[in-house]
């Protein structure tokens, strides 16, 4: 007989938190990365897909990215006609993306 109605019953061995599997699912998951003239040749065949991975590796912080994407602008430049850079910043919610999605489409309709 116990003293007490309280009872501290042993418990279940918990799962863990993480995954075991996930780092080798994440590293899986990642892509190559790939080289200067990979993206550049892709850009300049019009590859959607290139043009956007190149985009994000512009707007990456990390250094190595940061390398690569000046890289993949200079060696796009000759191409560039008479484009121009623009950037867009401003906090959180300003409407950076509202901008620049109306602007593109101003842009492109008066191409046609």
Do not use: W
Request: hydrophobic share 40%; net charge positive.
């Amino acid at each position: 007989m116990h003293d007490s109605a309280l009872i501290v019953n042993d418990g279940v061995e918990q799962p863990p938190m993480i995954n075991p599997n996930a780092e080798k699912l994440v590293k899986k998951r990642q892509q190559k990365m790939l080289s200067v003239d990979e993206y550049v040749k892709g850009i300049l065949s019009g590859d959607l897909v290139m043009l956007s991975r190149a985009i994000t590796l512009v707007e990456s912080k990390r250094a190595d990215h940061k390398k690569i994407a000046q890289q993949v602008l200079e060696a796009c430049r000759p191409y560039a006609g008479n484009s121009i850079r623009l950037g867009i910043t401003g906090v959180p919610g300003a409407g950076k993306s509202t901008f620049i999605e109306s602007f593109g489409g101003m842009i492109t309709s008066a191409r046609t």
